[in-house]
């Protein structure tokens, strides 16, 4: 077995490791960056108005939710139905594969 040194940390601490550069990424941000945050739809037909302001969007959306909040909440609801399904399905991946591992070890 391989003794942790700062080069190579052990797996609990690799762990913790992630975890804070995962707060810091997320917190960072938030303390640092000023302004509103708006999605990059609004953003790039801004863009394309400024650059020419005759442009016709090809779609209309077929659904306007009725404030930003909504909106953000379809989004975040959305994004964790995907977390959620790449969890499930990573999960059970493992599991095959652990199963799999278990019946080839011998006994």
């Known amino acids: ?10 797996p609990k601490q690799h762990n913790w490791l992630l975890a804070m550069a995962v ?7 938030l303390i640092f960056v000023r302004g509103e945050y708006s999605g990059s739809d609004g953003q790039a037909n801004n863009a394309i108005k400024e650059i020419n302001s005759t442009y016709q969007p090809w779609f ?5 939710p ?3 909040e909504i909106e953000s909440l379809l ?3 959305q994004a964790a139905l995907g977390a ?3 969890g499930y399905v990573m999960g059970l991946y493992q599991g095959r594969a652990q199963q ?4 080839k070890s011998p006994k």
Not at 60 to 64: H, M, N
């Open 23 to 29: 707060i810091m990424l997320t917190v960072f941000p």
């Open 84 to 86: 959620g399904v790449m």
């Open 66 to 68: 009725a404030s930003k």
């Open 75 to 77: 989004f975040a609801s």
């Open 1 to 10: 077995m391989v003794q942790p040194t700062p080069e190579n940390p052990s």
């Open 60 to 64: 209309k959306p077929f659904f306007t």
């Open 100 to 103: 799999q591992a278990k019946q």
